[in-house]
């Protein structure tokens, strides 16, 4: 496996438990300052097969690179918006 440039954890927890610090710490200055919210979370490496840490959320993540899950969540608003079509014309239909 490649070697990274990155922080690496030998283990999940190992690399949960350090973006659970840095989390806590980041949160703490944020209320003397405004700023947005980052949170870190940790992910394996396809390319060194170790833990890092990484601020992009998992939702974005998965939208980013797998093309499965963009399906899905595309169907489920779909189904969403057409459900919502469907019971306002029905509804509208039936107060007239």
């Not at 490649?2 to 927890?13: P, Y």
């Not at 998965?62 to 093309?67: L, P, T």
Request: with cysteine; proline share 1%; glycine share 2%.
């Amino acid at each position: 496996m490649d070697k990274c440039k990155k922080i690496t954890f030998e283990t999940l927890n190992l690399a949960k438990a350090r973006a659970k610090e840095i989390n806590l710490e980041n949160s703490k200055k944020k209320k003397r300052k405004k700023q947005r919210k980052i949170e870190l979370r940790a992910y394996k490496c396809k390319g060194c097969g170790k833990f890092h840490l990484s601020s992009m959320p998992k939702h974005k993540y998965m939208w980013n690179n797998d093309a499965n899950y963009r399906s899905d969540v595309r169907e489920k608003v779909f189904i969403k918006k057409e459900s919502e079509y469907w019971e306002e014309k029905f509804n509208n239909k039936d107060r007239k």
